[in-house]
């Protein structure tokens, strides 16, 4: 059940990032036969590697945070049995998010320098002072030292040494993304803020109720991480409105947000993406009103809703890097 689920997971993140770059323009183009450039395949890879390495950094924030927070340590500070096996899954993954952000680090260079892999070589030091490659390199170190810290984490204190590390490797992307380029001065700071708030709480939402479903069943652990989904819904509510409005422009026109939903492919993403949210908020809705109260006398109701639950994140995954591609 646990590995049909971990792959419907990959499986409908990735059916909706196809979809949604071919309907709203971020699909990578074929280049005239007279020029030159990195090719199809590797423009593909660009967000299939961004894809893998959100997953894996989601999954591996999720399997820290509940080492952390949702489950119960031993005497003396140590992991409990696990904790121990939520750290070492979370080893294995930061290692997956390491290595898919070497690809995308090589995929990205080559179609922003707008040359074959093959001559990229050449083009190393131009490649080093593109800002978004530099924020990769430092994701892929950061990850790399992440899944050694986490492969001889024994100790609560050492996992939450890890989960600063996820944070921190977390955020270089995001520094470089939409909100750092199109806007300056303090727009652009309060939509790089907003999107770093953004993704904190997309990744314990997203991966605390996947790290939930793996490791436990307690009902304690189950309260816990329902406090924090709700501070995480309130946050990814919030910092999503503020970021699609700075972004389309909503600030300057009162009916620009609107507008731009519906005119623009960037636009149709984010209200494909609010209706996802909504979806989500149902449903943590339905899980306090019906299915918590009755846990103890129907626990399947809540764990399949759970299911449901996240494969609808794996959607708005999905979305979220089919955005970092669109104009």
């Not at 591996?60 to 945070?65: D, E, F, Q, R």
């Amino acid at each position: 059940m646990k590995k049909a689920l971990s792959a419907g997971f990959v499986a409908a993140g990735t059916v909706v990032l196809m979809v949604a770059l071919l309907a709203a323009g971020g699909a990578p183009e074929s280049l005239p036969a007279s020029l030159s450039g990195p090719g199809q395949p590797v423009s593909w890879a660009v967000p299939v590697l961004r894809l893998v390495a959100d997953v894996a950094a989601i999954a591996c924030g999720g399997a820290v945070l509940a080492a952390v927070v949702l489950m119960r340590a031993d005497e003396g500070g140590n992991l409990g049995k696990q904790g121990l096996r939520a750290c070492q899954d979370a080893a294995i993954l930061a290692a997956v998010w390491a290595v898919a952000s070497i690809g995308g680090l090589v995929a990205t260079a080559s179609v922003i320098l707008g040359v074959p892999l093959s001559h990229l070589p050449e083009h190393a030091e131009l490649a080093g002072s593109v800002s978004q490659v530099r924020a990769l390199a430092a994701a892929v170190v950061l990850t790399a030292v992440l899944a050694v810290v986490l492969s001889g984490c024994r100790t609560v204190a050492t996992a939450r040494v890890a989960l600063g590390l996820t944070a921190a490797a977390l955020v270089g992307p995001l520094l470089t993304g939409h909100g750092a380029i199109e806007r300056t001065g303090f727009w652009s700071v309060l939509a790089t803020s907003s999107l770093v708030l953004h993704v904190f709480a997309a990744v314990a939402w997203i991966g605390g109720l996947g790290a939930l479903l793996r490791y436990t069943r307690e009902r304690a652990a189950i309260e816990r991480f329902s406090r924090l989904a709700l501070s995480c819904a309130i946050t990814i509510g919030v910092t999503g409105l503020l970021t699609a409005e700075i972004h389309l422009g909503g600030r300057d026109d009162g009916w620009g947000l609107i507008s731009q939903w519906v005119t623009t492919g960037y636009g149709a993403l984010v209200f494909a993406k609010a209706v996802a949210f909504a979806i989500l908020v149902c449903i943590g809705w339905w899980h306090r009103q019906s299915t918590l109260p009755a846990l103890a006398d129907r626990p399947t109701a809540f764990w399949r809703l759970a299911a449901v639950e996240l494969l609808v994140m794996a959607g708005t995954v999905g979305l979220a890097v089919a955005l970092s591609r669109t104009p």
